[in-house]
């Protein structure tokens, strides 16, 4: 392999030099986004590839911030040594921190920032979250999901800020506002990427269609059911509801989007030329990147190379292949030579790539050093989470006043009281999330042994106390287990009968009961109403979750709002606008 010296394109002008330079395997190697564990730096500096990415789950070993530097800067250097040395750029799904990495801050899931409404907070977590993934190498955070969620069935509630459009478009424009900073080429920004374009979050349950040729499939397909569905609306709810999301953080500069697995009224976004092409880019006037979802086109046609026909014409720039990027790379050389892919649509999408890494500051022959590695999982950042987590916390009944807990004994129940794994939920460490001490933080139980002096806590993970133990306070949290995506649709959002359990043990030990809530969404608290003297939405607090036990305590106030409509009963998860009063309205919250 020949090495060159690295090109320093200068806007269009240079840009167009570049691809005049490029041959046609080159062009496709730059749609291309190959996962880390299918591809070595050796092979990607071969291809000249476009992009590596670690999906969740993917992580060096040892999983640490200085392994994960050294494994992106393996990745990196290599480019530097394919034909015509253009960079490449690694991304990573930093969805509520770079919570890939072990010991990496991570800040509530993004209903709990939706339940602070506070886009300057928001703004300040999605810095810190920038700068901590800029520290390992990587320059491009999958994230904001901007989806407004009207089903809380849904596995991905808790990805996106809520179910009002209004509040989500605040978010998201805070969101890119934060990743991106002020300037792009600052080594402390990455590029955001607003998903998962468009209308993911309003999939009707049990519309999932299923692809027979995906051989994976069947594993999953059983828990799948509202998750890459079909969005049956009609195109002024679309534009009203789905796209203004969108169109508020492409304001703020975003340049990289998300096609969406879902279909609207039947046709798979991935393959919506009208929707990628004519809406987003024309309409709207997008010049950025427009990338796929992982293994996304793989949906649109049994025959991978129709897939990839469909897929770019209809306005995919870069695919998430993840794995045969070889034969990716194959049939888009091939679907070109036959006509089948123009050369000009082909040329726009290497164009819109090399427009990013320039953006990016990537061709710059003496790129800015990266942030120091010690800041990633920093106190400053962990302060910050714990802040977001307090302001997260929504007290949703609390007739009595029993909140903040003042002094005294306290009995504290549940083992989600002492699990950072329950905490963080999804997309942590791996795709699915996992339970118990898998990364570094605080639990709520530590945050209560925080204030020792004042309250004399007394732990006990069943709740199985002997008779005779008695508190003025007892406090019983309860956790949906991990989960992420489709494996987290969920038909029935009752708590479970661990649950109740739990809160029927502590009842005759206490003169007032708190529940805690550690959710991805509104959970069904009806057949636990009369037994609660409060109850307290904690959300997904991530690592922090110290944060929580500042709020009950009265370190902190509580000021979180709901940021979606919470059902009363099981008839209205999916019918809150025809089936009654919820059972509380978003915006609720008994603030201090």
């Known amino acids: 392999m020949t090495s060159v010296a690295q090109p320093q394109p200068a806007g269009e002008a240079g840009v167009t030099d570049l691809l005049q330079g490029m041959t046609l395997p080159e062009k496709a190697a730059q749609l291309t986004q190959a996962e880390k564990n299918s591809i070595t730096p050796a092979e990607a500096a071969e291809l000249g590839i476009g992009s590596v990415l670690s999906g969740c789950g993917g992580n060096p070993e040892p999983n640490s911030p200085s392994a994960w530097r050294a494994m992106v800067l393996e990745y990196l250097d290599a480019a530097q040594r394919s034909r015509l040395g253009i960079p490449l750029l690694y991304g990573t799904d930093a969805v509520h921190g770079h919570a890939n990495v072990v010991g990496a801050t991570i800040f509530p899931h993004n209903i709990g920032l939706g339940a602070a409404g506070d886009p300057d907070l928001v703004e300040a977590v999605c810095r810190a979250t920038a700068v901590e993934t800029a520290a390992t190498g990587a320059r491009w955070a999958f994230t904001p999901t901007v989806a407004v969620a009207l089903d809380p069935r849904w596995g991905r509630t808790y990805e996106a800020f809520g179910d009002d459009p209004d509040l989500v478009s605040r978010l998201a424009a805070a969101a890119v506002r934060g990743l991106q900073g002020a300037d792009l080429a600052d080594e402390e920004s990455v590029v955001a990427c607003l998903k998962h374009y468009v209308g993911d979050g309003g999939t009707e349950w049990g519309s999932l269609a299923t692809h027979e040729w995906i051989d994976w499939w069947e594993e999953w397909r059983p828990r799948w059911q509202i998750d890459q569905g079909d969005t049956r609306i009609d195109e002024a709810t679309l534009r009203s509801v789905h796209l203004e999301p969108f169109r508020h953080g492409l304001a703020q500069g975003a340049l990289t989007v998300m096609a969406s697995y879902n279909s609207w009224n039947g046709q798979k976004l991935h393959g919506h030329r009208r929707l990628l092409t004519d809406v987003l880019k024309g309409e709207l006037g997008f010049e950025g990147v427009v990338i796929s979802d992982w293994l996304g086109i793989d949906q649109l046609h049994p025959d991978p190379y129709r897939c990839v026909v469909l897929a770019i014409e209809a306005g995919i720039d870069m695919v998430m292949v993840p794995f045969e990027y070889r034969r990716f790379i194959d049939n888009v050389v091939a679907a070109v030579e036959k006509g089948d892919l123009s050369t000009q649509r082909l040329d726009d999408a290497v164009r819109r790539i090399l427009h990013v890494k320039e953006a990016l500051g990537l061709f710059e022959a003496d790129p800015p ?105 007892g406090i019983v949290v309860v956790a949906e287990p991990p989960y992420a995506e489709g494996a987290g649709d969920r038909g029935d959002l009752s708590l479970s009968e661990d649950d109740l359990r739990l809160v029927d043990r502590l009842r005759p030990h206490v003169d007032r009961l708190v529940l805690v809530l550690l959710s991805g969404r509104p959970l069904l608290v009806d057949s636990v109403l009369d037994r609660c003297d409060a109850i307290v939405a904690a959300w997904l607090p991530g690592s922090e979750g110290a944060g929580v036990a500042d709020v009950l305590t ?35 919250g008994v603030i201090t």
């Open 369 to 473: 050093e990266l942030p120091p590695i010690d800041v990633v999982g920093c106190d400053t950042h962990r302060a910050l989470a714990r802040r977001a987590v307090a302001a997260s916390v929504v007290r949703l009944t609390d007739p009595a006043g029993v909140l903040p807990i003042g002094s005294g004994p306290v009995l504290v129940v549940g083992a989600a009281a002492d699990d950072i794994g329950l905490q963080c939920g999804g997309w942590t460490i791996e795709w699915q999330g996992g339970t118990g001490p898998i990364t570094v933080g605080t639990t709520i139980l530590d945050g209560f042994r925080q204030r020792q002096a004042d309250l004399d806590i007394r732990f006990e993970p069943t709740g199985r106390f002997d008779e005779g133990v008695r508190a003025p306070v």
């Open 554 to 588: 009265g370190r902190r106030p509580f000021t979180g709002r709901l940021p979606r409509r919470w059902p009363a009963d099981v008839s209205q998860v999916n019918d809150l606008d025809h089936g009654g009063m919820p059972q509380w309205q978003r915006g609720h």
